[in-house]
């Protein structure tokens, strides 16, 4: 267990952030002193890693949390993809510390000035980070993961060995589809057509991870109206909407 003196020390994050993080939800302590002194633990620190790592990147705190309360293979799917664009920036740098010892040598090509072309990273970081905001579209899939549907992250990758081989560009694809079924399905109520195809593509999505019965999306159902005012902040009605779609085909 470390104190919140030895974490700010041991990361360089100040003592009010880490307090800011414990307000906000980003980062509880594992326990608190009668004294009110924070006590943090190897899996709060190793939280605090990535949303460090995260915040480098220039992802927002919000989108950090979403995140980081997703299942563990997602966001390690995620890391995977931004460790290619560290790879690359690695990969700059040392092209530049070469055209460094040239030009010291007094040895100059044009071909040198390629070193400062940032175009592919910058892409590179922007697809990533537009897909974690695809990923994270309002809020949309945070009832889902706040129902308890998910087992702990052990055992959902034991027991959803899959989720290894599953096509992640399909699945933020289907993660942006979702939503906006149930976003355009409004309009024509909780048992239209619409409404049905957007439970069903959510069902799909929810069984690439783990198996989804009907048991289990009525409980994701619910879980929409416990989180309703933290969805309306952004998509007014929709979380109240997807639990009366899903209700009316699972009742």
Not at 131 to 154: C, H, T
């Amino acid at each position: 267990m470390k104190s919140v003196n030895e974490v700010s020390k041991l990361s360089g994050v100040s003592r009010r952030t880490l307090q800011y993080y414990d307000e906000i939800g980003l980062l509880p302590p594992s326990a608190v002193k009668e004294s009110g002194y924070r006590q943090y633990d190897d899996e709060n620190l190793r939280r605090l890693w990535s949303i460090l790592f995260y915040k480098e990147l220039g992802i927002s705190l919000d989108e950090i949390q979403l995140l980081l309360d997703n299942p563990n293979e997602i966001e390690k799917e995620i890391m995977r993809q931004h460790k290619q664009a560290l790879l690359e920036k690695q990969s700059q740098l040392q092209k530049m510390l070469v055209s460094v010892d040239r030009i010291l040598n007094d040895d100059f090509d044009v071909s040198m000035l390629r070193d400062f072309d940032k175009i592919r990273i910058e892409t590179m970081k922007k697809t990533y980070a537009d897909e974690i905001r695809v990923l994270m579209e309002s809020n949309f899939f945070l009832p889902a993961v706040k129902s308890g549907i998910f087992p702990g992250r052990a055992s959902l990758v034991k027991s959803a060995s899959n989720i290894m081989n599953v096509d992640f560009g399909e699945l933020i694809s289907l993660c942006g589809e979702v939503f906006e079924k149930f976003r355009n399905a409004m309009k024509d109520g909780p048992d239209s057509l619409a409404a049905k195809e957007a439970v069903n593509a959510y069902m799909e999505f929810i069984n690439k991870l783990i198996p989804c019965d009907d048991k289990a999306i009525r409980k994701i159902g619910q879980a929409y109206l416990l989180h309703k005012e933290e969805l309306d902040k952004k998509s007014p009605g929709l979380a109240e909407f997807v639990y009366e779609a899903i209700l009316y085909i699972y009742h």
